[in-house]
């Protein structure tokens, strides 16, 4: 069962972005380009840039490890830094990287799925195969729960893209920027708080990260539809 969840489980992070990536690129001229720029949005924003300061820098703060008593203070500090890094990444991307690619086929991503939650499910099946699945400390539920967490994900990520993009378009960029940004900081700050405040359990988690996946994705969708968009 474990194995056919790793199975299971790569084809989602790996196989949605990249059948997506090559159907629109037979439909639209750029859609590689606009793909590797968020996927470089991404890996700056967040693998280089946050992330490091996270664990590397504010850890020597006392303000910092104060805060982390606190879930709504931490969970909004967590979910607000993200979604500022990455989507003014995206931001920038659209804004000056990506001039006249900036229809709805060009907001297709993926790459997180990819470097964070993919890599280790091909680490897994290695060591499943390896008969060392009991080191992985997963079960096949578990691990299909992360695939499924990863489409929530790629959702709210596609639709963030959109609405970015559909603000530098139509020269609204502060406030669809602004609003990726919140959209972001509710998403992955109720990782924290959910579960410390609410007791919500992971199921209740991944139900919201679905709703509000969606939820951007359809926005994101129906702004890029919008007549004279």
Not at 78 to 102: C, F, N, P, S, V
Request: glycine share 14%; proline share 2%; aromatic share 8%.
């Amino acid at each position: 069962m474990l194995l056919v969840s790793l199975i299971v489980g790569i084809a989602i992070c790996f196989g949605v972005p990249i059948a997506g990536l090559v159907l629109l690129m037979r439909k639209r001229r750029g859609a590689g380009k606009a793909f590797a720029l968020g996927a470089a949005a991404f890996v700056v924003s967040q693998l280089l840039i946050r992330i490091p300061v996270l664990q590397l820098v504010l850890p020597n703060f006392g303000w910092f490890a104060v805060m982390q008593l606190y879930p709504w203070r931490y969970g909004l500090f967590l979910g607000l830094t993200a979604g500022l890094a990455e989507e003014t990444a995206r931001w920038i991307a659209a804004r000056y990287l990506l001039k006249g690619k900036d229809t709805m086929e060009h907001g297709l991503g993926g790459i997180e799925a990819m470097l964070l939650v993919g890599l280790n499910m091909i680490a897994g099946v290695v060591m499943a195969l390896a008969g060392q699945a009991e080191l992985l400390g997963a079960t096949g539920a578990s691990v299909l729960v992360s695939g499924a967490e990863r489409l929530s994900a790629m959702a709210f990520h596609v639709g963030a893209s959109l609405l970015v993009m559909y603000g530098v378009r139509t020269g609204r960029s502060t406030l669809y920027w602004a609003l990726a940004v919140i959209l972001h900081g509710v998403l992955d700050a109720a990782v924290v708080i959910l579960p410390a405040v609410f007791g919500v359990g992971v199921l209740g988690i991944e139900l919201w990260a679905a709703a509000l996946g969606g939820l951007t994705l359809a926005a994101g969708i129906c702004a890029c539809r919008r007549k004279g968009a």
